[in-house]
């Protein structure tokens, strides 16, 4: 596994815990009473004047809403091994996953979807998000980033055609906020963001969530290249109840025509292009 990156999962088990609880928005009495057991227990966990045992932690972890990945590393701190796995999605024993994954992508047709990681890395794409890319880049389509956030933030990628940018841009901001898993938005996440504000033309205040922003349920996208404009909104899918670390942070992103002109713009470019080339 590799070696945990912030300063609250290097500390030990009562500094993670303590640093949850107070995400949670939690005091040391709700976090007992949500756990049924004693806050004395809870406040010596927490100042290392106790050792919590392995059932004790994970049950915290639940309690909590603690993401797997973070379980382990709590489970680690308390010198107990991890329980939770993180299987490559292309491993065997995820073949029935991946089966779903691409069911899904080709009900979307002709219309995007893809797969994404914790961190927005495109892991997988069907034949008309494929299409949509090489429309507005053509060749530059094969070394786009395989990042969604980095697409629409990168001027050489997506972003000039974008009609709607500044919106949309904002929007993803405070989802990558608002959506990290567990709540909360970790060191790799962080370094993204910072990154993507780095561009030319993004606001630096977006680096910081903003606690007024309303995150509406449907986010409209709009793509024009010369003549051509797919009006999009888009749903977010999650695996429900998983117990392995890579499904728990797959998330599935379809696209739907906002418009009966994108619907017909969708499918004539599927008739040009079946294959998604």
């Not at 609880?21 to 004693?38: C, G, I, K, N, P």
């Not at 996440?189 to 309303?214: C, E, M, S």
């Not at 992103?253 to 080339?277: I, K, S, V």
């Amino acid at each position: 596994m590799a070696k945990a990156s912030t300063a609250h999962r290097e500390g030990s088990v009562g500094a993670q815990l303590q640093y949850w609880r107070r995400a949670r928005h939690l005091s040391q009495l709700a976090l007992a009473t949500e756990a049924e057991v004693s806050p004395r227990h809870i406040c010596f966990i927490e100042t290392g004047r106790a050792n919590p045992s392995r059932e004790m932690v994970l049950l915290l972890s639940r309690a909590l809403d603690v993401p797997l990945r973070e379980r382990n590393s709590l489970l680690l701190a308390a010198g107990f091994a991890p329980v939770y796995r993180e299987t490559n999605l292309d491993a065997p024993e995820l073949g029935p996953i991946r089966g779903a994954l691409d069911a899904i992508l080709r009900q979307q047709e002709p219309f995007p979807a893809i797969v994404m990681n914790r961190h927005w890395d495109i892991v997988r794409a069907n034949a008309a998000s494929t299409r949509l890319a090489r429309l507005l880049l053509g060749e530059r389509a094969a070394t786009a980033p395989p990042n969604l956030l980095r697409r629409i933030f990168d001027p050489d990628s997506m972003r000039p055609f974008v009609a709607n940018w500044k919106a949309v841009a904002e929007s993803l901001v405070q989802r990558v906020h608002r959506e990290a898993v567990g709540g909360v938005t970790d060191e790799r996440t962080r370094a993204l963001l910072a990154d993507l504000l780095a561009y030319p033309g993004v606001p630096r205040t977006w680096l910081q969530p903003d606690p007024g922003a309303t995150l509406t349920p449907v986010v409209p996208v709009s793509y024009v290249k010369g003549e051509r404009r797919f009006d999009f909104f888009s749903t977010v899918t999650t695996l429900g109840t998983p117990q392995d670390i890579t499904l728990q942070e797959v998330r599935i992103e379809c696209f739907f025509p906002a418009n009966p002109a994108t619907e017909a713009a969708a499918r004539d470019l599927a008739q040009e292009h079946p294959d998604g080339c």
